[in-house]
C-alpha cells in the first residue's frame, strides 16, 4: 500500500508516486486522511515557506484512541493533496510522557514557527508545552526539539489539574505581549482562560475566565481570531483595528459541537464582549450543525485568507473502525469571512479543491413540481461535487412556524424529507440506492416568522443505511431569510462516506457521515427532489466527478 518517493524535488509533487486506498467502500477519495489507524483533533496547522502544514492528533498504535496520543505531521502545497511524513511530537518526557495532545502553531517574528501543546504527566495533570523545528532551512520542518524549560504553563488556581488543555495559537497586544487561549474546567463551570508571554517561554496565566458557563462542560480547543468587518479576505491572528471584529470559538465537551461568538475585544483590558451569550439551545452559533469538532483556524499569508479544519469522527462501530484499521476524517479546508451583516461566519470549501473537479453534468430551467424526483445521472454519485441554485416561488404561500417554540432537530427528524409542505422539502439524496431503500436528504423547508422568513435545512440520515449498528442521527437548523431572495443555493461534498453541505452561500453547513450497504460505488445515486406542494425551479445545477486527491507516504523521507 505505500509507494516511496524517490529523491523528488521541493515542488515536484506531481512527480511522487502515492499510495492507493484499500478497497474499502467508506475510504475517502478526497478528505484527508492518514494512511492508518486513528485520528481525531487537527492540530498547528500552518504556512511556511511555500508549504502548508498540518499536524494532528494521531495514535500509533491501531484505529481507536489510545492512551499515548502522538502529533502526526502531513505537508502539502495546495491543501488537498499531501505527504505523510514521520510523527513530531510522541509522549518521552515526564511533561508528555502520557501523551502529546492538541495545541497550535504560531509564526514569531523572523518567520520562526513555534508549537504549544498540551502533555500529561503521571500524574495525569495537563501541562503546556513549547516544541521548536530543529533546522529553519528545512521547507518541510520534519524534526522538532522539546523546549528545555518545558512545561512553559501548569494549571492555575480555580482550574481542574486535569481539565487544563489546548493552547490557540498566540496574538500579540498593543504591549508587545503574546497571549493564548487555553481551555479549562472547575466544577460545573466550564471556561477560557489567557495566558501571558514577553518571550514565549515564561508565561503567566490568569485564572479568572475570558469566557465561562456552567453549560458546556470543559471548552476544549478553543480559538480567538480577527475578522474583517468589509473584506472576505483574513487578517493576521494578532490584528486589532475598528477594521476588525473577534471570534471565540469552544468545542463543548459536553455537547460535543463547536459554538463561536462574534463580539468586540478590548485588548487594554483583555476582555471579549461576545454580542450574544451562550444560550445552550439551538439558537447559539455553530460551524457547522452536523458531525464537526475539535476545530482549529489559521491565517493563509499565501492568499490572505483564514482557513479552517474540523474533525469528523466515525459513526459506525468501535468494531468496524478496528476491521477498517483507520477512524477519523478532517473535513476540506474552508475559508471562513464576516458575513455582511455582521452577525455569522459564511464558510466555503477552499478553491483548491475543484482542482479535482473531472467530468461536468449540468442542468437549467428544470421545473421540479411537488413531488418529483430528478436523477442526476452520468456521473459517479459517490464523488460528487454538486452545486445547485433553487428558483423559489413567492415566500408569501410559505406555512407559518414560530422559530421560539420548534427545536429544528425536532423538526427534521421526524422524516420530514418524505412530508409534503408548502415551499418544501426540496433538495438533494445523496448516496442513495436505485430503488431509494437507501437514501441521506438534505434539503431546505421555508416558513412564514413573526416579521420574518426562515428556512429549515437538515441533513436526515434516518435512512442512509440498511445497517441498525449506525449512529444516524439527524441534523439541522434555522436561519433567516431575506424576503426579497427569489433563489437559494446548496453545495454537497459527498465523499463515499461523508457528505458536507453548505446552505445559501456558506451561511450554514451541515456535515454528516454515513454508511450505505447498498449505494456503494458505481451502485451509489443522486437526486434532486421536491416535496412541497409548491413547485421550484431548478435555475441551474452543475455537478462533477471527483478525481481522487494523492496521498503519498514515507516512514523515513530522507530528500523529498
Same mark, same amino acid.
Given at each position: ?22 478497497? !474499502? ?105 513549547? @516544541? ?42 498593543? %504591549? ?63 490584528? !486589532?483595528?475598528? #477594521? ?13 459541537? %463547536? ?34 469538532? @475539535? ?52 464558510q466555503w470549501p477552499i478553491e483548491e479543491v475543484e482542482k479535482l473537479r473531472d467530468k461536468q453534468i449540468s442542468l437549467t430551467g428544470e421545473k421540479l413540481f411537488g413531488g418529483s424526483i430528478i436523477e442526476v445521472s452520468g456521473i459517479t454519485a459517490s464523488q460528487v461535487d454538486i452545486e445547485v441554485l433553487f428558483e423559489l416561488p413567492e415566500l408569501e404561500s410559505a406555512e407559518w412556524l414560530d422559530p421560539s417554540e420548534v427545536d429544528p432537530y425536532l423538526l427534521c427528524s421526524e422524516e420530514y424529507a418524505s412530508r409534503s409542505g408548502v ?6 439524496? @445523496? ?7 437507501? !437514501? ?18 437538515? #441533513? %436526515? !440520515?434516518?435512512?442512509? #443505511? ?90 523515513n523521507i530522507i530528500n523529498l
Amino acid at each position: 500500500m505505500e509507494i516511496i518517493a524517490e529523491n523528488a524535488s521541493p515542488h515536484s509533487i506531481n512527480s511522487i508516486k502515492y499510495s492507493v486506498p484499500e478497497k !474499502q467502500p467508506y475510504r475517502t477519495w478526497y478528505h484527508f486522511q492518514p494512511p492508518q489507524n486513528w485520528m481525531n483533533d487537527p492540530n498547528g496547522p500552518m504556512y511556511y515557506k511555500g508549504v502548508y502544514h498540518f499536524f494532528y492528533q494521531y495514535n500509533p498504535d491501531g484505529p481507536t484512541f489510545g492512551n499515548k496520543m502522538v502529533w502526526a505531521h502531513s505537508v502539502s502545497y495546495d491543501l488537498i493533496n499531501w505527504i505523510h511524513l514521520n510523527n513530531v511530537l510522541v509522549p518521552s518526557e515526564p511533561y508528555d510522557i502520557k501523551g502529546c495532545y492538541s495545541g497550535s502553531a504560531t509564526i514569531l517574528q523572523g518567520e520562526e514557527p513555534i508549537m504549544l501543546y498540551t502533555g500529561i504527566d503521571v500524574n495525569k495533570h495537563q501541562l503546556q508545552n513549547l @516544541a521548536i523545528p530543529k533546522n529553519l532551512s528545512d521547507p518541510y520542518l520534519r524534526e522538532w526539539t522539546k523546549h528545555p524549560q518545558n512545561p512553559v504553563m501548569t494549571p492555575p488556581s480555580g482550574v481542574e489539574a486535569n481539565e487544563f488543555r489546548d493552547p490557540s495559537t498566540a496574538w500579540k497586544g498593543k %504591549d508587545e505581549k503574546w497571549r493564548v487561549v487555553i481551555g479549562a474546567q472547575n466544577g460545573v463551570e466550564g471556561k477560557v482562560i489567557l495566558g501571558q508571554s514577553e518571550d514565549f517561554v515564561n508565561w503567566t496565566v490568569d485564572p479568572n475566565p475570558f469566557f465561562a458557563s456552567d453549560k458546556t462542560g470543559v471548552c476544549e480547543c478553543p480559538d480567538f481570531f480577527p475578522v474583517s468587518i468589509n473584506s472576505t479576505n483574513g487578517v493576521d491572528t494578532s490584528v !486589532q483595528n475598528p #477594521s476588525v471584529r473577534h471570534v471565540l470559538k469552544i468545542s463543548s465537551i459536553r455537547r460535543q459541537h %463547536d459554538y463561536y461568538f462574534i463580539g468586540k475585544y478590548d485588548s487594554d483590558q483583555d476582555n471579549f464582549i461576545p454580542d450574544n451569550k451562550f444560550t445552550g439551545t439551538s439558537l447559539d452559533l455553530r460551524y457547522d450543525y452536523g458531525n464537526f469538532y @475539535a476545530s482549529k483556524s489559521f491565517f493563509d499569508y499565501a492568499k490572505n485568507r483564514r482557513i479552517l479544519w474540523g474533525w469528523v469522527q466515525e459513526s459506525d462501530t468501535t468494531q468496524d473502525d478496528i476491521e477498517k484499521g483507520w477512524a477519523g476524517l478532517q473535513s476540506i479546508p474552508r475559508q471562513v469571512w464576516l458575513d455582511k451583516s455582521g452577525k455569522r461566519l459564511m464558510q466555503w470549501p477552499i478553491e483548491e479543491v475543484e482542482k479535482l473537479r473531472d467530468k461536468q453534468i449540468s442542468l437549467t430551467g428544470e421545473k421540479l413540481f411537488g413531488g418529483s424526483i430528478i436523477e442526476v445521472s452520468g456521473i459517479t454519485a459517490s464523488q460528487v461535487d454538486i452545486e445547485v441554485l433553487f428558483e423559489l416561488p413567492e415566500l408569501e404561500s410559505a406555512e407559518w412556524l414560530d422559530p421560539s417554540e420548534v427545536d429544528p432537530y425536532l423538526l427534521c427528524s421526524e422524516e420530514y424529507a418524505s412530508r409534503s409542505g408548502v415551499i418544501g422539502p426540496f433538495g438533494l439524496l @445523496a448516496l442513495a440506492s436505485e430503488d431509494l431503500t437507501e !437514501q441521506t436528504a438534505i434539503f431546505f423547508r421555508i416558513y412564514r416568522a413573526p416579521n420574518k422568513y426562515v428556512c429549515l435545512m437538515c #441533513s %436526515d !440520515q434516518s435512512r442512509s #443505511s440498511l445497517r441498525q449498528d449506525l449512529d444516524k442521527t439527524t441534523y439541522g437548523t434555522m436561519f433567516e431569510l431575506d424576503p426579497s431572495l427569489k433563489t437559494i443555493s446548496l453545495r454537497s461534498l459527498i465523499d463515499r462516506s461523508i457528505i458536507e453541505s453548505f446552505g445559501e452561500e456558506g451561511r450554514v453547513c451541515i456535515t454528516s457521515r454515513v454508511y450505505p450497504s447498498l449505494a456503494v460505488d458505481k451502485d451509489s445515486h443522486l437526486y434532486v427532489f421536491n416535496n412541497g406542494s409548491q413547485s421550484v425551479v431548478i435555475s441551474i445545477l452543475n455537478a462533477w466527478n471527483m478525481n481522487q486527491a494523492k496521498f503519498g507516504h514515507k516512514e523515513n523521507i530522507i530528500n523529498l
